[in-house]
Nanobody, 123 residues
Framework: QIQLAESGGGSVRSGGSLRLSCETS????????MGWFRQTPGKEREGVAS???????TYADSVKGRFAISQEPDGSTLYLQMNNLQPEDTAMYYC?????????????????WGQGTQVTVSS
């Protein structure tokens, strides 16, 4: 059974950095497109970054130049490096996977989800 488990969230000051990790089991993520999403209470889930099977990355405009998605060569772990964090980045962050070559930032493309990890950025 496919399982995703996020970690690495926490509380940081504005301008700080965090690296989120998503451990995968049950499949090899190099055969899946992967994504990071975030959600705050009362708002829709937002696509943050995605990684296609061919290595193509896509970022939301709000995080371009600050966030970077990557994965271990064996596909065991997906990462989201977040730099220059701002209070508006505060959210629950989720990793997601789909057995497609290309997914993008639409959450409807992803059938597999982790439980999330909280990121809080104070000013």
């Amino acid at each position: 059974q496919i399982q995703l488990a996020e970690s690495g969230g926490g509380s940081v000051r504005s301008g700080g950095s965090l690296r989120l990790s998503c451990e995968t089991s049950g499949y090899t993520t190099t055969a899946y497109c992967m994504g990071w999403f975030r959600q705050t209470p009362g708002k829709e889930r937002e696509g943050v970054a995605s990684l296609d099977v061919d290595g193509t990355t896509t970022y939301a405009d709000s995080v371009k130049g600050r966030f970077a998605i990557s994965q271990e060569p064996d596909g065991s772990t997906l990462y989201l490096q977040m730099n220059n964090l701002q209070p508006e980045d505060t959210a629950m962050y989720y990793c997601a996977g789909a057995r497609f070559y290309r997914c993008g930032l639409s959450d409807g493309q992803y059938p597999y989800w982790g439980q999330g990890t909280q990121v809080t950025v104070s000013s």
